[in-house]
């Protein structure tokens, strides 16, 4: 690895490291550079990337142990093409794909699960990539990945490693084994939501509701393939049956290339004369009735899902699922707050004194609640397991919380007022009487 501390800045799609083989950097950098750093080589700079720290060209971040002030320049050994494939560097077209074809095989996800196969796999698909095209091996045989850099290829710009085998193999179906090329054009359903509004005690007990949801359902016309019946599907001319097509242009900044769906065929990779009643799409609207049961404890905002109740998905694919939202309608009376309910009660102030038994609302009834003597304004008491169950666990439930709010009349009678103005004279003299002793 080469450290050169320096000024200049480059960006991965802008100014190019120029290409140096590894005589070309002297043993003595002159002195007006001002670079006093020891230079060592572990790899030729042919078959490096080049990159600025801490602007990195091949998207790695620095290691925190290695790093220095001031820019630097690391030379950074790339793959071999040739030793992923397994081949000699004068090795044929036809020995290229031979290799190519055996390491696919046995690192293509859906054969090998061992950890790190996937990786392996679009390595390898890289490697073809490059060494079966005569132009981009050219290139890569004088100046490494440095190269294909400079000519506008970066590390994101290969070709998806699917499409490549799916191209040589026809899909896992070409191993005899039928699989992800018949996959990729299965189309999964939407999800559907439906809103559901619940009475406040149906939402606290749960409840079991008979909703209808419009739908789409699979075209019994054509079986859900959007084919008019007796016809065949052929490959689509636009794609090439992939499902995709790909858009180059030439910038100065490289070769951009845009993959996008084929319009012609939708992302199918075939055409076909579309079935007259669902018009090709495979699918047709209908309503159906669903029984949904509603679970304790519910609240607004609760989403329930039901699988498999959605769209039904194209070619094969999965059904999306129902989300049912929930909005629960609040009460008069009683107020919820979460697994908690709240009431206010009113208490007179001569009840608040001697105490009382009052009737209060619950999300069960009625239900007596005794008012201790002596209450003060504000006192909250508790009616325990009054509450909302805990949702999923009905066995467990929350409490009803009772503020007492004590009433104080703003008009008394005559005698009201006589009797409080004895009470009065009362707490006074038993007052004063209670101060004498204490001296």
Not at 3 to 15: A, E, K, N, V
Not at 158 to 176: C, H, K, Q, R
Not at 218 to 230: I, L, V
Request: proline share 6%.
């Amino acid at each position: 690895m080469a450290i050169l501390p320096c000024g200049t800045t480059w960006t991965s799609r802008g100014l190019q490291p120029p290409l140096m083989s590894k005589y070309a950097i002297p043993s003595r950098l002159p002195s007006h550079l001002s670079c006093p750093s020891r230079i060592k080589m572990s790899q030729p700079l042919s078959s490096s990337i080049l990159s600025w720290d801490p602007l990195h060209v091949n998207g790695t971040a620095p290691r925190r142990s290695s790093y220095k002030r001031g820019n630097r320049l690391i030379v950074r050994a790339a793959s071999d093409y040739y030793s992923v494939l397994g081949v000699s560097k004068n090795a044929s077209k036809s020995e290229i794909k031979s290799a190519y074809r055996k390491l696919a095989r046995s690192y293509h996800p859906d054969v090998n699960k061992e950890p790190g196969a996937e990786q392996k796999f679009k390595e390898i698909s890289n490697a073809y990539e490059v060494l079966s095209d005569d132009e981009k091996r050219s290139i890569y045989d004088k100046y490494g990945e440095a190269g294909l850099k400079g000519a506008g290829m970066g590390m994101g710009d290969f070709s998806n490693p699917f499409d490549i085998f799916e191209s040589l193999f026809g899909g896992m179906g070409g191993m005899g084994m039928g699989g992800r090329g018949s996959r990729s054009r299965t189309v999964d359903g939407e999800d559907l939501v439906y809103n559901l509004v619940l009475d406040f005690k149906d939402a606290i007990f749960g409840v079991e509701k008979e909703i209808e949801i419009s739908r789409l359902e699979a075209c019994g016309t054509c079986n859900g393939s959007g084919a008019k019946p007796g016809t065949t599907p052929t490959k689509c001319s636009a794609c090439g049956g992939q499902g995709q097509v790909v858009s180059s242009a030439r910038t100065p900044m490289g070769i951009f290339q845009q993959v996008s769906t084929c319009s012609a065929c939708g992302g199918m990779g075939e055409t076909s004369t579309p079935c007259n009643t669902c018009s090709g799409d495979g699918r047709v609207r209908k309503s159906k009735r669903i029984s949904l049961k509603v679970p304790a404890g519910v609240d607004s905002g609760s989403r329930l899902r039901v699988r498999s109740e959605g769209n039904a998905g194209r070619r094969g694919g999965s059904p999306g699922d129902l989300f049912v939202a929930i909005d629960v309608l609040s009460d008069p009376v009683l107020k919820r707050d979460d697994t908690n309910i709240l009431y206010t009660c009113k208490v007179s102030y001569i009840d608040a004194i001697l105490g009382t038994t009052m009737k209060i609302p619950t999300v069960d009834g009625m239900v007596d609640l005794k008012i201790p003597s002596g209450t003060q304004p504000g006192t909250t008491l508790v009616m325990a397991k009054k509450g909302v169950p805990l949702l999923n666990k009905p066995s467990m439930r929350g409490d009803q919380l009772v503020r007492v709010q004590v009433e104080i009349p703003k008009r008394l009678s005559d005698d009201e007022r006589k009797l409080i103005e004895e009470l009065a004279n009362l707490n006074k003299a038993t007052a004063t009487s209670t101060a004498n002793s204490r001296r």
